[in-house]
């Protein structure tokens, strides 16, 4: 629900078309660290959204990094 909200506001707004999460996904990393994505899609446009969420010492779920569309900037492993 949370994610469907946050598609509705910049940056991942458009005009004309509402946009709508078209797929969610997630991977855990380690024991208390979870890595999650969502594709937003608007008409002929697919946006995606990543975030990171860490489980800390109280139990309580925090994120900890956030990606928002753009493009994506090749590492040096990818050469």
């Known amino acids: 629900d949370e994610l469907a909200r946050l598609a509705e506001h910049s940056p991942l707004r ?5 946009p709508f999460v078209r797929d969610i996904g997630y991977y855990v990393a380690r024991p208390g660290a979870v890595e999650a994505f969502a594709r937003i899609g608007a008409g002929d446009q697919l946006r995606a959204m990543a975030f990171r ?20 900037t090749p590492s040096p492993q990818d050469d």
Request: charged content about 30%.
């Open 53 to 72: 969420l860490e489980q800390g010492p109280d139990l309580r779920w925090r994120c900890t990094a956030v990606e928002l569309g753009g493009t994506r």
């Open 14 to 18: 458009t005009r004309g078309t509402r």
